[in-house]
């Protein structure tokens, strides 16, 4: 078994979280599956931002854990859920880290959306 590496961040690679402070809501195949004012921003380096919304504030009927798993040496292991809605399935399209490592703790608990296997994650700011 090899070891998983673990980094920190830092100025060569900063992770930011913070609350979205606006309504964000996630809609597939033209509903709704994820409606929170709960959200948090992760700015990791120069990646794009990512939502990561409460698991409470997602529709629970259209996630289906999948066996899939990655590891990020900054946040820690990831497992994936399937977005299901209907007969449409998009495989391991939600990441969650049950266990982040101790410098992105805030995110357990949440967890975001590939953009490419949704219609859109909308944030409503003055909503």
């Known amino acids: 078994m090899t070891d998983k590496q673990v980094l920190l961040p830092g100025p060569?690679?900063?992770i930011?979280?913070?609350p979205t402070g606006a309504r964000v809501t996630v809609t597939v195949a033209g509903k709704v599956v994820a409606d929170t004012v709960n959200a948090l921003t992760l700015q990791e380096a120069s990646y794009p931002p990512v939502q990561y919304?409460?698991?409470?504030?997602?529709?629970?009927?259209v996630l289906h854990h999948s066996d899939h798993?990655?590891?990020c040496p900054y946040k820690g292991d990831a497992a994936y859920f399937d977005l299901q809605l209907g007969d449409s399935v998009a495989p391991n399209a939600v990441?969650?880290?049950?266990a982040p490592h101790d410098a992105v703790a805030s995110i357990e608990g949440y967890a975001a959306f590939y953009p490419k296997h949704v219609d859109?994650?909308?944030?409503h700011n003055g909503s």
Not at 53 to 61: G, Q, R, T
Not at 120 to 123: F, L, N, Q, S
Request: proline letters at 12%; charged letters at 20%; a negative charge.
């Open 53 to 61: 919304v409460p698991l409470a504030d997602i529709d629970p009927a």
């Open 95 to 98: 990441w969650t880290y049950a």
């Open 120 to 123: 859109a994650i909308e944030i």
């Open 16 to 18: 930011t979280i913070e």
């Open 69 to 71: 798993t990655t590891h």
């Open 12 to 14: 060569d690679h900063p």
